[in-house]
């Protein structure tokens, strides 16, 4: 009689050999040949046999397995690198929309369309406007023209606008515009430029989306007097790929501004727009102005030998001693 012992059931094994009608349990894992003597093998048939044998077996099990295997290998092998965000893709703003007369703008840059310096016009203030598609709620035909109307801007986008001059005097204040402030809805530059007015600002900035290749964003605007309602600059940028920057050391991981083209060609439309501004306060001439001093000059101080002023002390609460 041969005993096989197996890890801590060995003693067990071995109780049990003595005993004829013994039946002995083994993992199917192991499929190690233990008999003992008297007893007879009774394997039952492995997994694959069953398959072979049942193929709804086959069926269930590719079922249960394949979906795991496929999340599993998505999960550790697949992951690819998240895509930058998309850029805009809806309707866009051409020159002729903007500039009554034909100009030539480099991608990034502005140009003068005010022929003559001005005069007075800083310090002042500048209202900004941006232009969105007007909704429709029939489909639009693509052969029909595109309406434009005049759009909100969000406080964290109107920040930048509004701390763009914080740090240049000749700039009053910055307006920011929205639809509320024309007397009728629509885009027309001159009601638009009207509004500004109305808001006390002397300049009138008025942006909207630009034509650009795919993958890239362009913005381009035009800077118009309020006074006279007549354009000023035209001024566009343009961002795309080449303009993606390293995020920071202290970036959150959902924050993709870096790699954004939307977000990139705000901050360099932004930037024209400041040396614009900067070009347009060089060419202004100055009005000279004569005004009354708010400060007494030593002439008008009381003489040494003459007496103090009195100074009367008022109580503003009853004496209650």
Sequence with gaps: MRTCVIGHLGARL???ASDRKARIYVNRTERLPITVEGTRRTDSPSGAARMRKNPRH??????????????????VGCNEP?????????????????????VSCPPTGFVMIERQASRGRFPGALAVARLVPARKDSPRDDSSPIDWQLGAIKEEKATYWNSLFNTVSDIREVV???????????????EIAAAARRMKADLCLIWGP?????LRAALLGVIMDAELGRPVAFLQAEA???????????HFEEDRRHEDVNYLV???????VKDCMFELISRDQRIPTTLPSPWRSISTMPAADQPPIPVYVL???????
């Design 315 to 321: 109580p503003n609460r009853p004496a209650g001693w």
């Design 240 to 250: 795309g790929p080449e303009d993606f920057e390293e995020p920071p050391d202290d």
């Design 14 to 16: 071995a109780a049990l």
């Design 210 to 214: 630009g034509n650009a290749e795919p």
């Design 58 to 75: 086959s069926a269930r099990f590719l079922s249960a397995v394949v979906p795991c295997i496929v999340t599993l290998g998505v999960a």
């Design 176 to 190: 920011v515009l929205d639809g509320l402030a024309l007397e009728k809805p629509g885009a027309d530059l001159t």
């Design 266 to 272: 705000a901050r360099k439309f932004e930037q024209q």
């Design 82 to 102: 998240e895509r930058p965000p998309a850029a805009y893709a809806g309707p866009t703003l051409a020159s002729g929309d903007l500039s009554p007369e034909p």
